[in-house]
């Protein structure tokens, strides 16, 4: 597939996508949204901010809660990865490091970075998270306190549109950045019964707990990216 146009694609919530989309277009692909997951950003008082140590963000989406919920921008952020680092840079936060990696990489930099008596931390979550990322730094001797900010709720059913593609052959591959995202999907075509289009489809996925929740249907391939980032999964599609 390196070095030709692709028919792809995304099922990240609409915010996450659109950039995602414009970058893919712009390497020569086609793209199409299929949202599988809706965010709900929370309402709420403005965060009580004093004597946090540090912001730990986990996607994108916490930090488009985060930043609606306070002014501060002065508190320094640890992300998972490089997408949530930019758009932490993007909405004006402290100083950010990204940890190019997963829950686990992002506790071993917080570990390397911050001493545990220096105050306490905060994450800023959506109702589901990936790994105990809370425990893993208490564990350590850190205080972590979790604010959950945003909920994204699965969709219903996929889009028409997407199944008439699937049916017709005309989507190369599927983007898959989560496994909730990727449960949601294998219910979803199951109930749509496109899982036999897939035999000709590629899956990139994230990682490897990504791919493991796809497998229960026959893909033409499943493609893990070497790291747990939206640019490696980017680089792995133009590699084929």
């Known amino acids: 597939m390196a070095g030709r146009s692709l028919r ?3 099922t990240r919530p609409r915010e996450d996508a659109e950039p995602l989309a414009e970058a893919l277009r712009a390497l020569g692909h ?5 949202p599988l997951l809706a965010v709900r950003l929370h309402d709420g008082p403005a965060l009580e901010l004093d004597g946090v140590r ?3 963000l986990t996607s994108a989406n916490g930090v488009r809660a985060l930043a609606r919920r306070t002014t501060r921008r002065d508190i320094p952020v640890w992300a998972v990865g490089g997408a949530t680092a930019r758009a932490a840079r993007g909405a004006g936060l402290g100083t950010v490091e990204s940890a190019s990696g997963d829950v686990v990489s992002l506790a071993d930099l917080v570990a390397r970075r911050c001493d545990p008596a220096a105050g306490p931390l905060l994450h800023a979550s959506g109702s ?4 105990d990322l809370v425990g893993m730094l208490g564990a350590r001797g850190f ?3 979790r604010e959950v900010l945003y909920t994204a709720e699965p969709a219903d059913a996929l889009s028409p549109s997407t199944v008439s593609r699937l049916y017709a052959g005309t989507i190369d591959a599927i983007l898959f950045f989560s496994p909730r995202t990727a449960r949601t999907f294998v219910r979803l075509a199951a109930r749509a019964g496109v899982p036999e289009s897939l035999a000709a489809v590629t899956a990139f996925c994230l990682s490897e707990a990504v791919a493991r929740e796809l497998r229960t249907f026959d893909w033409g391939s499943v493609e893990v990216a070497p790291r747990p980032e939206q640019d490696a999964l980017v680089a792995l599609i133009q590699q084929g």
Do not use: C, S
């Open 8 to 10: 792809l694609l995304v």
């Open 30 to 34: 086609e793209v199409v949204l299929e």
């Open 54 to 56: 540090g912001l730990l």
């Open 128 to 131: 589901a998270v990936a790994g």
């Open 143 to 145: 205080t972590v306190a």
